[in-house]
């Protein structure tokens, strides 16, 4: 019996190389998709066309979209990465207030790129879609919580001929629930080479990631507590 | 008091210009979006650029999304486009079985836009995002019925900040309902010239329409029937 396909959306970070290396381990045929959306540097597509070779993608596809020209974002535009932030870890955010929505937050990233997932899965009759959210050791990103996700794979059951025909499409987030420490245990254990990965919002312009961001603040306590 | 933002999806087909106008007749500033996305021509674009104008958009943005990187669709493939089908005009499709729906739909294709419209209206403040389908005298997509709409925008208000802070952006489907006569009815009382718009899906090499594919049949029998 061939293995199924999915589309699982790789950035390049140690989330979503986690979240490949989960679905390879399930038995998909893995086509892993990533975005050229205007971020300020390419270290991160960089890791992740590594990362894509490296947990056996059987393709990678890299699509440029130009979030640039709306703005509104310090991933985006010109406002600067906040550092040294206190970042909460292992706290859930069920609905965060505006004022923990940091201005790193890319508006409707997350569905932008289902979005692209579902369109691909459904050309490829992909059942399976996976993607690297995480509810529990995160940003506060309105599009990161479990029913942002369920609303998302109801919509998209409405919204696709799969759907229609009876064989919507699922959306995996298997970390949502899980620490970043959980995190890291598992892709351990699935032998992801977490130097291969790259998480900061504001590295130099040799690709040095910065320490300080909120995601260099959680991957460093992630390793920390991982490796206690 | 400042005229409300809203986000209007502009093709250029004779749909979205009708819903620009209905948006600004209820005072908003219109603010157009329109997607390069590998259609096989120009035509569209260049219609919406001339309806954005005419129907005083206050800003008009193309953007370029390359759909053609995942194939599956007659509009976006070498899929030839069907001709001379038997299009039903006034019938209600609730949940189109698999045959109904025609190559040219395209995957996910509203889901992407809405998605792009989504991201511009929380960066410029927009609470409202106007979008053309229509459910009566359709092509069979589902991706255009009120049940995708309403699953759409209920996503929303849990995807982005302007939804998690308490004021959650409506999707207004104004035509939804409309049989295609009673949309150009609306149109000609809003001041709509609808000699700028195009909604053929194969025109000739110097954007002539064909006269013959679902699109063109739909307008033909629109006017036949608006006008008797």
């Known amino acids: 019996m061939p293995h199924p396909r999915a589309v699982i959306l790789l950035s390049g970070g140690l989330d979503s190389a986690t979240v490949l290396a989960i679905a390879k381990a399930e038995g998909f045929t ?7 959306y205007g971020q300020r540097h390419q270290a ?3 890791a992740a066309r590594r990362v894509a070779q490296s947990l056996g993608a059987t393709q990678h596809v890299v699509l440029d979209i130009d979030l640039r020209q709306f703005g509104g974002s310090a ?4 406002i600067p990465v906040p550092k040294d932030r206190h970042v909460v870890v292992g706290a859930q955010h069920a609905a965060p207030p505006h004022s923990d929505i940091p201005v790193t937050y890319v508006p409707a990233r997350n569905t932008i790129f289902l979005s692209f997932a579902l369109a691909w899965a459904e050309v490829l009759g992909a059942q399976d879609i996976f993607i690297g959210v995480n509810a529990l050791d995160y940003s506060g990103y309105p599009d990161c919580r479990p029913e942002y996700i ?6 998209a059951g409405l919204a696709t001929k799969a759907g229609v ?9 298997p970390l949502i629930h899980m620490t970043k420490a959980d995190i890291i245990r598992k892709g351990r254990e ?3 080479d977490y130097d ?9 312009a040799h690709g040095t990631a910065c320490g300080r961001c909120d995601a260099c603040q ?4 992630g390793f920390a507590e991982a490796l206690a």
């Open 30 to 36: 893995c086509h892993a998709l990533s975005f050229r």
């Open 44 to 46: 991160e597509l960089d």
């Open 75 to 78: 991933l985006t535009s010109d």
């Open 150 to 155: 369920a609303a998302f794979e109801r919509m």
């Open 165 to 173: 025909e009876g064989s919507p499409i699922k959306i995996h987030a």
């Open 190 to 192: 699935l032998g992801v």
């Open 196 to 204: 291969m990965t790259f998480s900061c919002y504001d590295p130099d």
């Open 218 to 221: 959680l991957r460093a306590k």
